[in-house]
């Protein structure tokens, strides 16, 4: 037994050597295991890869970014009452006045000093509203208003003309009414306009715009009218390449020929109800392509966002896929921003410079006030 137990009894330096092996080679399998990536977020990700993005392009959503609350407190300020806000009550609006939950409203007014002003009232509560230097600003955008009204309301019934059975509720267009420049009252100027537009009231409350009278000068898309002035421009704008079986043998010049057939969006977004085409066909493909380009061209900066087209889903006879339709598009839309929040431009409404070739007065305007707003002190001439 003694020998027994003398054979059996541990190596104190074999044991030392085995957990000094059983460390390393935990470390040596920790390092080299596989570590899973995480997928990128679509809220995060970047609809443009790194080396593929447009500068200009991405400069402007970074432009939006910053002047986000001034904008979005202008217009929500300009619809109160003496157009005055509680501090209290706006600390509780982040969303309607466009700054980050939990943080405090008072910083984001002191960052424009010559738009927004604060006092204190009678019973002792801080409420802000517009300085008079602003005051002087909302006068001239009013005055730009009713200078375009004629337009504005053209680039309604353009709307009108392209939609589904040619009605719109009132609702979708006020709520993107910047987008076209269209004034905030102008739910209540189209009844000046009986001639053009009908408005009727549905069970539910809803209030839609319809058209009256199709104007066949203004049925004419953009691409239709830079067709008519450079052919071989236009016929760029976009591609739909047929698939052809190898038998064929077709050579480049032939090959060319019978994409060519396929390249122009052939179907007018005013010739045509989309809403009747077959969903999944060429011809409907091209149409939404169509529709899509003339729906920028009649925006002010020639451009949208995922918001404002989903705005218009129905109307327009857009799918759940126009994002990946449009990427297939790269000649005339540029998508900036993120998967779940991009927007589409319209590539050639902009110089190699990334400013807008036509400037609408509006997007003028707008461009002077979003530099007086970043302004910390009147400049006296």
Not at 281 to 293: C, D, M, N, P, Q
Request: net charge positive; proline share 3%.
């Amino acid at each position: 037994m003694a020998f027994f137990r003398t054979l059996v009894k541990p190596n104190p330096t074999i044991c030392l050597m085995i957990r000094e092996y059983s460390k390393t080679s935990f470390l040596i399998t920790k390092t080299h295991s596989k570590k899973r990536k995480k997928k990128d977020s679509a809220r995060t990700k970047h609809v443009q890869h790194e080396s593929e993005r447009i500068p200009y392009f991405e400069n402007i959503l970074h432009r939006d970014n910053h002047f986000r609350f001034f904008l979005k407190t202008k217009d929500y300020l300009s619809k109160q009452p003496q157009q005055v806000l509680c501090l209290d009550d706006a600390g509780k609006l982040y969303r309607e006045l466009g700054f980050p939950r939990g943080r405090k409203v008072l910083k984001f007014i002191q960052r424009h000093p010559l738009v927004f002003q604060t006092y204190r009232h009678s019973n002792d509560k801080i409420w802000f509203g517009f300085t008079d230097f602003m005051e002087a600003f909302l006068e001239e955008e009013k005055m730009i208003m009713d200078e375009m009204e004629k337009e504005r309301i053209d680039v309604v019934r353009k709307l009108l003309m392209m939609s589904a059975n040619k009605r719109i509720p009132l609702s979708k267009i006020y709520h993107c009414r910047h987008l076209f420049g269209i004034p905030q009252d102008f739910r209540d100027r189209v009844r000046n306009f009986p001639e053009y537009f009908n408005t009727v009231v549905e069970e539910d409350g809803k209030r839609v715009l319809e058209l009256v009278n199709w104007d066949q000068k203004l049925a004419v898309s953009a691409l239709e009218r830079e067709f008519m002035v450079d052919e071989d421009r236009a016929k760029k704008a976009f591609q739909f390449k047929v698939k052809h079986g190898k038998m064929l043998n077709l050579g480049e010049e032939d090959e060319k020929k019978l994409n060519l057939l396929n390249t122009l969006p052939l179907v007018s977004p005013y010739c045509c109800d989309g809403s009747r085409l077959d969903l999944w066909t060429l011809e409907a493909e091209k149409y939404r392509v169509g529709v899509v380009h003339e729906f920028l061209s009649l925006t002010l900066e020639k451009r949208a966002s995922i918001h404002h087209i989903v705005e218009f889903k129905e109307e327009l006879s857009l799918t759940k896929h126009t994002y990946a339709m449009l990427l297939k598009q790269p000649r005339s839309f540029y998508l900036a921003g993120t998967e779940m929040n991009w927007v589409v431009f319209l590539k050639d409404a902009y110089g190699e410079d990334g400013v807008l070739i036509y400037k609408d007065p509006q997007v003028r305007f707008n461009e002077k006030l979003c530099e007086f707003a970043d302004k910390q002190v009147v400049e006296i001439e």
